[in-house]
């Protein structure tokens, strides 16, 4: 990741830390997905270290929950926002700035937690150096059995989203990289929302295989929603969770990872 990329990472963020916020409201399945998880492994009293934990959204949750949070983020303006917000609902965290790529050299990160999240930095960092650092220096924080929970986003999600939210865009010369990427069957890295990786749902689960961690869940983390994503979130209350239940379902089957924009990886830490 160039310093370059990281101004412009941040940059994006610390414009509008609110739409980052709303972007999981609202029972979004994004969130109450990874939180079904969350909830199987993550306890009271446990540590967790949020890693591009962004305005807090979880980082508040686990703090609800009793844990012992520390959430870190590339933007100051998240940072600030997180603290606000925990202020809103009466929780308590630590909230750090700082670059996802040098937490080992953070005093303040020193110990090992019981959990750790990476649900921002991993579609963040374009070059896979980078990424791999990131997740060594993660894993060497986290505790013999502590569980890793990674967030990937897809690049067949990336172009659901691009069909469903801006499709005239297809013809832009800025977009051809993207397309011939999908095309060639190989993941993306460079200009998108932001400076973005995108994997395709085959590649993740290779590449995680090189770190000390046992896979417990694989999953589309908003579930078969996305391609119609407004129009199911409309809808009434127990249609959106008649959604929610099929979603909960058959997220970790192979053949609906390619309905969703995110896909997270849990893993137990082995050695």
């Known amino acids: 990741m160039r310093v370059d990329d990281a101004v412009i990472v ?42 591009g934990g962004g305005p807090g959204r979880y980082a508040i949750w686990l703090a609800q929950r009793g844990c012992d949070v520390t959430l870190l983020d590339l933007s100051e303006g998240n940072i600030e926002f997180a603290k606000k ?116 749902p085959d590649s993740i689960l290779p590449y995680m295989k090189q770190f000390p961690l046992k896979k417990l869940h694989y999953f589309a983390q908003e579930g078969i929603t996305p391609p119609f994503m407004h129009r199911i979130m409309s809808l009434p209350p127990e249609a959106i969770d008649e959604y929610y239940r099929i979603s909960l379902a058959v997220c970790e089957k192979p053949e609906f990872l390619s309905y969703s924009e995110h896909l997270m990886y849990i893993g137990e830490k082995t050695k």
């Open 10 to 51: 941040k940059a994006h963020y610390d414009a509008d830390p609110q739409k980052e916020w709303d972007r999981l409201a609202g029972g979004k399945f994004e969130f109450r997905l990874a939180l079904h998880f969350m909830e199987q492994y993550i306890k009271p009293g446990d540590s967790v270290l949020d890693i």
């Open 85 to 200: 917000k925990a202020a809103e609902y009466g929780v308590k965290f630590k909230a750090l700035p700082g670059d996802a790529r040098y937490i080992n050299a953070n005093p303040k990160l020193a110990k090992k937690y019981d959990h750790i999240l990476i649900m921002g930095p991993l579609y963040h960092l374009v070059d896979e150096m980078d990424r791999t650092d990131v997740m060594r220096s993660a894993i060497a924080r986290l505790k013999r059995g502590g569980k890793l929970f990674a967030t990937f986003i897809s690049i067949i999600g990336g172009l659901v989203f691009l069909m469903r939210e801006c499709p005239e865009l297809i013809t832009l010369p800025a977009e051809q990289n993207f397309i011939k990427a999908i095309t060639s069957g190989k993941d993306f890295g460079g200009d998108g929302f932001t400076r973005a990786h995108f994997s395709y």
